[in-house]
């Protein structure tokens, strides 16, 4: 089979978005298919400007104006076009006489724009822009969700049962083969990172610094386990806000914090092999992958009872509120017990069975070969 895979513009740097098609250009190829990956090329976006706003619009014109020129010529060679991902729903107007399906990672932006307390709000244009996104993806052939919280987030926003119809769900699987490493090869790679101390613990953080994603909670949390356990607190991904540097410092924990800014997948595997605890106090999730990369690296974790995250950990992790940030800190004291520790990691290594590659290609496999049979 012809797949066209659409991807998305690169200078947005949506990380887990581009690795996302890139696992699933990977997957179809091994099983024999025939893959195009297909993305906005930024051309008056690559000016150097320093104004944020400008280079917003710069990336529409490349993204609006110039890509559906290149999409309308790639989408001839295609049996099916699977966009993968729902912020570019809007490229399925080209697509009516194309099998074709979108994966719809999470509504929080689109949530937000209506007025939800998702921490995505949105300026007028990012109103405009999201219900576009959302009008997009009803029009749609199929529309797949990574978690049942997303799924009923879009069932909710497009109450209509001819387009309920449409919607399926596909779990993610792990978008990079981490795993339980060697303790030897796991400092050697950690080696470089100057302030960290290996004789000490470290509590890991990884993603963005989004409000969404609660920092500043973690702060707060380290902040009340700090005369009781002596370690560290490692931020991986984006670097901290300055009001988050200044909460740290408020909180008298500047110097226990480490920032990792965008480690790439062996360092990232590292540290997830070397962490005492993942902890993940997120407030909103589409799915939450870096949960199920700490646990296929042995590593036990504490997060909220948020959207996605209970379904996608399901009984191997310690949940909290997220107001509960005394509870999140007992939580973390707790797994100072060996056997307590020890079952949380099993547990993990047991969950992650559920978000295999394999699964996920098999299942995107079956809904191409539904889409084109009903051509």
Request: aromatic share 8%; net charge neutral.
């Amino acid at each position: 089979m012809k797949i066209l895979l659409l991807g998305n513009y690169l200078p947005d740097r949506q990380e887990s978005m581009l690795r996302f098609a890139q696992i699933l250009q990977t997957g179809l190829t091994q099983r024999g298919h025939e893959v195009r990956l297909v993305q906005p090329q930024p051309i008056f976006g690559k000016l150097k400007l320093s104004s944020f706003g400008l280079v917003k619009w710069l990336g529409y014109i490349d993204k609006f104006l110039l890509f559906p020129q290149q999409l309308c010529q790639a989408i001839a060679w295609a049996d099916v076009v699977h966009i993968c991902d729902h912020s570019n729903a809007m490229y399925a107007k080209y697509l009516e006489n194309v099998p074709h399906l979108v994966t719809c990672h999470d509504l929080l932006a689109v949530r937000g724009a209506l007025g939800d307390d998702t921490d995505c709000p949105a300026s007028m244009t990012g109103k405009v822009l999201q219900n576009w996104i959302l009008k997009s993806l009803q029009k749609s052939q199929m529309v797949v969700c990574v978690s049942s919280s997303t799924k009923h987030d879009l069932e909710k926003l497009i109450e209509n049962s001819l387009f309920t119809k449409k919607i399926r769900l596909v779990l993610n699987g792990l978008n990079y083969s981490y795993k339980q490493i060697y303790r030897d090869e796991v400092d050697s790679r950690l080696a470089n990172i100057i302030e960290l101390d290996l004789s000490k613990p470290f509590i890991l953080n990884v993603g963005s610094s989004l409000k969404r994603k609660n920092r500043d909670g973690i702060m707060r949390i380290f902040s009340k386990i700090k005369e009781q356990w002596d370690g560290q607190l490692i931020f991986a991904g984006e670097a901290l806000t300055t009001e988050q540097i200044q909460l740290a410092e408020q909180l008298n924990i500047k110097e226990q914090i480490i920032q990792i800014i965008k480690p790439d997948n062996n360092l990232l595997e590292a540290l997830y092999n070397r962490a005492f605890v993942f902890l993940f106090p997120s407030k909103c999730e589409g799915f939450g992958w870096p949960v199920i990369e700490a646990q296929a690296c042995g590593c036990p974790v504490i997060c909220s009872d948020r959207t996605s995250l209970p379904e996608v950990v399901g009984d191997s992790a310690l949940m909290r509120s997220i107001e509960d940030e005394s509870g999140f800190a007992e939580d973390i004291l707790r797994l100072v017990d060996p056997v307590e520790r020890h079952l949380w990691i099993q547990k993990g290594l047991n969950n992650i069975k559920r978000f295999t590659l394999d699964e996920m290609i098999d299942q995107y496999n079956q809904l191409y070969i539904e889409l084109v049979k009903y051509k």
